[in-house]
């Protein structure tokens, strides 16, 4: 069973960092992509970056370009995303979600989301 769990959210100040975690199992980590997404009140799910080992990483969001990074531990099969600058436009709930192979912005699985709060 592929399951997904996303930790490391929090109450963080503007200007501040977080690193998410992403911990999968139920797969072979090395297979398939994992990718982070968020969803701010009132708006729809963006992907944020994805991360494979056929791809490397995918961009999918403008907006946190030059602030937050998408890596991967595979001895821990674990995914992370550091992110640094927070603005109040960051909150949001944010997910990671799994696909095998390819990177996708609509991937098969996801795991429950962890809340970000930045304050100003």
């Known amino acids: 069973e592929v399951q997904l769990q996303a930790s490391g959210g929090g109450l963080v100040q503007a200007g501040g960092s977080l690193r998410l975690s992403c911990a999968a199992s139920?797969?072979?980590?090395?297979?398939?992509?994992i990718a982070w997404y968020r969803q701010a009140p009132g708006k729809e799910r963006e992907g944020i970056l994805c991360i494979s080992s056929r791809e490397g990483i995918t961009d999918y969001s403008d907006s946190v370009k030059g602030r937050f990074a998408i890596s991967s531990d595979s001895s821990k099969n674990t995914v992370y995303l550091q992110m640094n600058s927070l603005t109040g436009e960051d909150t949001a709930v944010y997910y990671c979600?799994?696909?095998?192979?390819?990177?996708?912005?609509?991937?098969?699985?996801w795991g429950h989301g962890t809340q970000v709060t930045v304050s100003s």
């Open positions: 139920g797969f072979i980590f090395d297979d398939y992509s």
């Open positions: 979600g799994a696909e095998d192979d390819y990177c996708s912005r609509y991937p098969g699985y």
